[in-house]
């Protein structure tokens, strides 16, 4: 069966608006997708009937939002797949979870001399993170080149791989140009070498089904609010056999089993790493989101963001003056673009004033800008609530911003 994104759009209640007088086209899912209507009751109901404390209560409240809760770890859990629940680790979105893994991961299994890989195209959550984890260790940061297609180079990433290398920090999806990384040859390789792989799947989730225990990875982080769900929310798996070697990095309530002045003990997971009262909100409705995911069939989703996808580069392919950054063989959801003669801001100004949304910048990801000598672009990124009707939108509106510049 077809898939049907009008029916779709029709959950999604804040696409249906108009600014700057014009009908909404909403293309900056890659900043943050919109929430379907799930989403929003879920958290709404919580806050309605259900708002207390998790984990803690001698109550009906404080049980059933625990039983929420914890359901939302489960439902991440058959997500992505995860063999344990207790490998669902919550943290406020995909940065702090590459954060926690630097320091937890960092501190327990790298010193003076280990090699930690990123590819060139990773967005900052990606790399600052790392660069400061060689800051305090004396590690060495390598970084897997980039073609100007926008694809690795798995040439060079076989060479830079030796027993030295204890980490590959590498994005499945890249924000800036689309790519969609080969991550299965780079788990292999890296595994053969006794390395272990983090994969930033940040802009991977909303598009196609992972499975990390068929990837095999050791860590896959993604947020909450790049999937339908709300802000301030993330996943952080990790392999259980991982997770229980690494330390915890803040401490407090919740993650804790005895605390006293002689010596305090650390619960087991996923609690180890969850100190503080969470976002319960935020993971309830993260819950609704991978939910509402998975109610969807999957392969007709990803046939019809491809094939939308396909469409604007075919569209960009006819458009004078265009240049489109990223031609990678294999995309998701990304049509990242410069205009001649034109800064990307003005770009974004000027669509905006037709109703059409897109980000404009470096996206967070310096280092692949400055690869291609280029400040930034303005970037149109997809949902499955977008429609070949609004690509049309987006490229007529494109003709006109060329007539002010
Ligand atoms: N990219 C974009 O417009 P947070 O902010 O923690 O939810 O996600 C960070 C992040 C990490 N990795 C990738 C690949 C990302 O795309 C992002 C967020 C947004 O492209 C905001 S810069």
Redesign the pocket.
Known sequence: MAFDALAIREQFPILHQEVQGKPLVYL?N???TQKPKVVIDAVNHYYCKDNSNVHRGAHTLADRATVDFENARKAVQTFINAKHSEEIIWS???????NIVAQSFGAAFISEGDEIMVTAM?????IVPWQMLCERTGAILKVIPVSDAGELDMNAFAQMLSPKVKLVSV??????LGTVNPVSDILEQAHAVGAKVLI?G??AVAHFEVDVQALDADFYVF?A??VFGP?GI?CLYGKKELLDQMPPVQGGGEMIEKVSFAGTTYQGLPFKFESGTPNIAGVIGFGAAVKFVMSLDRQAMLDYENDLLAYAHEKAAQCEGLRVIGMASKKAGVLSFLLDGAHPADVGMLLDQQGVAV?TGH???MPIMDQFSIPGTA?A?FSIYNTKDEVDALFTAIEKVKQFI
């Open positions: 900056d890659g900043a943050t406020r979105g995909t940065t702090e979870s590459i990773e967005h900052h959550a990606n994005v499945h999806v890249s924000n800036a930033d940040a802009q947020s609010h790049k802000t993330g980000r996206h967070c990801a970037r990124s």
